[in-house]
């Protein structure tokens, strides 16, 4: 039961351009999601996060985007640069109770492939 | 900022001997640790919370006989596969959650194990 997808595995970008990566979540306890970078052979790295009480998170070139009522996140990195080429992961929590605070589901994550 | 270890990075080992896999915090003191596994190009799944000084937490389908953790110290946990077999053969990633500021987005993780059971 795949509760956070990522359905696109893979997304090309030119260099200067916008990257979008989407997610989607079934569980609607969650509460709390996030977009984490990886690279081969690495641990994931943390970009940011977003509490389900906001829909906009900004930090720099990334922004995250939350639509509650569609259960679906996106990432949107303006401009792309060749170094953002990475795997991305959203991965989310959920508080319920505080007896899951801090596990994480994460999506089987995009390979973004940032284009000189 | 906050920096998650692993050792070894990588492991190749035979068929029916145990594989320890160390994690550890270098510069801040961890309650929670978690175990992660990745097979290529899919997600990573939790496989067990860790927290010092007690008992793991292992996620539905884990074998807690077989995945073997140990969290003896506010900045060690360890992971004993045992009677390894090729199955086991995966990328496994720990993190850890500073002490006192309990939260996803401070979970810092390792770069991980690759471990090969030939």
């Given at each position: 039961d795949q509760q956070v997808k990522q359905n696109s595995p893979s997304l090309s970008v030119q260099e200067?351009?916008?990257?979008?990566?989407?997610?989607?979540?079934?569980?609607?306890?969650?509460?709390?999601?996030?977009?984490?970078?990886?690279?081969?052979?690495?641990?994931?790295?943390?970009?940011?996060?977003?509490s389900s009480i906001k829909d906009k998170n900004e930090d720099g070139r990334f922004t995250v985007f939350l639509n509650k009522s569609a259960k679906h996140l996106s990432l949107h990195i303006v401009p792309s640069q060749p170094g953002d080429s990475a795997v991305y992961f959203c991965a989310a929590s959920s508080n319920a109770g505080g007896t899951s605070y801090g596990k994480l589901t994460f999506g089987q994550g995009t390979i973004l492939t940032v284009h000189p | 900022g906050a920096v998650v270890s692993q050792h070894p990075s990588r492991v190749i080992c035979k068929s029916g001997t145990s594989v320890k896999i160390e994690c550890r915090s270098l510069d801040f003191q961890a309650t929670t640790m978690f175990w992660y596994r990745q097979f290529p190009k899919q997600s990573l799944m939790l496989m067990a919370t860790s927290n010092e000084g007690s008992k793991a937490t292992y996620e539905q389908g884990v074998e807690k006989?077989?995945?073997?953790?140990?969290?003896?110290?506010?900045?060690?946990?360890?992971?004993?596969?045992?009677?390894?077999?090729?199955?086991?053969?995966?990328?496994?990633?720990?993190?850890?959650?500073?002490?006192?500021?309990?939260?996803?987005?401070?979970?810092?993780?390792?770069?991980?194990?690759?471990?090969?059971?030939?």
């Amino acid at each position: 039961d795949q509760q956070v997808k990522q359905n696109s595995p893979s997304l090309s970008v030119q260099e200067g351009r916008i990257s979008i990566l989407n997610c989607d979540y079934t569980n609607s306890m969650f509460d709390y999601f996030l977009w984490y970078k990886k690279y081969p052979a690495e641990g994931p790295t943390f970009l940011i996060s977003i509490s389900s009480i906001k829909d906009k998170n900004e930090d720099g070139r990334f922004t995250v985007f939350l639509n509650k009522s569609a259960k679906h996140l996106s990432l949107h990195i303006v401009p792309s640069q060749p170094g953002d080429s990475a795997v991305y992961f959203c991965a989310a929590s959920s508080n319920a109770g505080g007896t899951s605070y801090g596990k994480l589901t994460f999506g089987q994550g995009t390979i973004l492939t940032v284009h000189p | 900022g906050a920096v998650v270890s692993q050792h070894p990075s990588r492991v190749i080992c035979k068929s029916g001997t145990s594989v320890k896999i160390e994690c550890r915090s270098l510069d801040f003191q961890a309650t929670t640790m978690f175990w992660y596994r990745q097979f290529p190009k899919q997600s990573l799944m939790l496989m067990a919370t860790s927290n010092e000084g007690s008992k793991a937490t292992y996620e539905q389908g884990v074998e807690k006989d077989k995945f073997l953790i140990n969290h003896a110290s506010l900045t060690l946990s360890t992971l004993t596969v045992t009677s390894a077999h090729p199955e086991d053969s995966s990328f496994y990633i720990c993190s850890a959650s500073p002490s006192g500021l309990a939260g996803s987005d401070t979970q810092y993780f390792g770069p991980g194990t690759r471990l090969t059971v030939l």
